[in-house]
Every structure is written in structure tokens, then in C-alpha cells.
């Protein structure tokens, strides 16, 4: 089945220690999106990437990057976690164009900072 | 200013019932409407969308109904089932050339209980 696919699914790190978060995709989307979402609040976009093109939401902190090394696979980098980074991460895809667009989420990963 | 509403917070539904989630929006641009559910710990499922172009799509025991005049969509759940019970967003977006983002309600959480 075509899917996105997230790991770890639970990742503790230390405060200050740089930590990777992967997403990788089969359906074959043009467009891939994370998002942060805390408990009872909606997802909050962090960036996109529309094929190899970088968009970065105003208000993401430089402390979040991100890479898009080719079509399947998109990484969230966190430079130095902070405890308020603890949150659900979301990686989801989309095939993006003009048109209806649908974007299908991971199960997303559980960050923890201590 | 929140630009997709979900005046919500919780709904409880018997098993067997209707559940009817509500979600108003404030910008008549949006022409693209989704509903997502999501189980804790895992991410948001696509559930079903609807263009502006129509007033109702229905899948199954779950229909969505526009009403762009008043701005505002409802979910549809019959008969609902225990199932179900999970958070559920609504979703709104604009044909932005290529890139389409989401602009998310709070959430509704729904209990169906048996």
C-alpha cells in the first residue's frame, strides 16, 4: 500500500542535543509538509518542500531545518531542542498543482526533551 | 484571527445515532474543504473533502455539506460507532499557484458511546 512513513515513532533526546527525524514517502507526491502539533491544538505548519523548492513558514524557528535529499525522503532537523520542541512532529504529502489537493499525513513522531 | 472555526470543542453521540460536526470559515477564497480524523498518538486521517463547486459529497456513513453562503461545512456521521470516537479537524485551503496550504480548525472531539 502507498504510504507515508515516519521514524522513529517515539524519539527522546536531551535539551540542547541536535536530533534527525525522517519521513519517507511511496505515493510519489510532488509535495511534502511537516508540521508540529501540540496537545489539543491544531497542526502548525513548519515548512514544505514543492519538489526540490524550499518554503519556510515566517514564524518556524531557525532552530528547525530541513532536507530534501530526493522525491521519497524529507528529514526534520532540530539544531538545539528546547523542552517547549516537545510536541508531535508530521510529515505528510500531497501531489501539489493546481487544482484539489489532498494531503495525507504520517503516524507521526513523539518527541520527548528532558 | 482564526480562519476556520470549530465552536466544538466536544460532542457525545449514542451509538447508532448522527454525530454532526460544524466548521465555519471566515475567508471566501477557501475552495477546498477537508475533514480529518485523528486517534491520539498517531496522525490525522484523511476522511473525506468537498470542492466549492458543490454543496454535498458523501462516502459512506459520512457526508460533508457546504453551505458557502453562510460559510459553513458539517460532517455527517450515520450511524455512528464507537469507532469513531476520535478528534476531528476540519480544514480549509485556497488555490495558491502550487502550493495549497492548510488552514486548520481546532478540533472536535467526537465520543460515540455504546
Known amino acids: 500500500d502507498a504510504m507515508v512513513i515516519q521514524n522513529p515513532r517515539y524519539q527522546v533526546t536531551q535539551f540542547g542535543k541536535p536530533v534527525t527525524l525522517s519521513c519517507s514517502q511511496t505515493l510519489n507526491h510532488n509535495v511534502m509538509y511537516w508540521y508540529q502539533q501540540k496537545s489539543s491544538q491544531a497542526p502548525k505548519l513548519l515548512f514544505h518542500?514543492?519538489?526540490?523548492?524550499?518554503?519556510n513558514e515566517a514564524d518556524t524557528p531557525d532552530n528547525f531545518q530541513s532536507r530534501r535529499p530526493n522525491t521519497s525522503f524529507c528529514f526534520l532537523d532540530i539544531r538545539s531542542p528546547g523542552l517547549g520542541d516537545a510536541a508531535m512532529y508530521l510529515c505528510?504529502?500531497?501531489?501539489?498543482?493546481?487544482?484539489?489537493?489532498?494531503?495525507?499525513f504520517g503516524p507521526g513522531t513523539r518527541l520527548t526533551v528532558l | 484571527d482564526q480562519q476556520v472555526k470549530q465552536n466544538s470543542p466536544s460532542l457525545s453521540v449514542q451509538e447508532g445515532r448522527i454525530s454532526i460536526l460544524n466548521c465555519d470559515y471566515t475567508n471566501s477564497m477557501f475552495d477546498y474543504f477537508l475533514w480529518y480524523k485523528k486517534y491520539p498518538a498517531e496522525g490525522p486521517t484523511f476522511l473525506i473533502s468537498?470542492?466549492?463547486i458543490k454543496d454535498k459529497n458523501e462516502d459512506g456513513r459520512f457526508t460533508v455539506f457546504l453551505n458557502k453562503s453562510a460559510k459553513h461545512l458539517s460532517l455527517h456521521i450515520v450511524p455512528s460507532q464507537p469507532g469513531d470516537s476520535a478528534v476531528y479537524f476540519c480544514a480549509a485551503s485556497t488555490n495558491a499557484g502550487n502550493n495549497r496550504k492548510l488552514i486548520w480548525g481546532l478540533g472536535t472531539s467526537l465520543a460515540v458511546n455504546p
Open positions: 518542500y514543492y519538489d526540490k523548492d524550499f518554503n
Open positions: 468537498i470542492s466549492s
Open positions: 505528510a504529502t500531497s501531489r501539489g498543482g493546481s487544482g484539489t489537493d489532498t494531503q495525507y
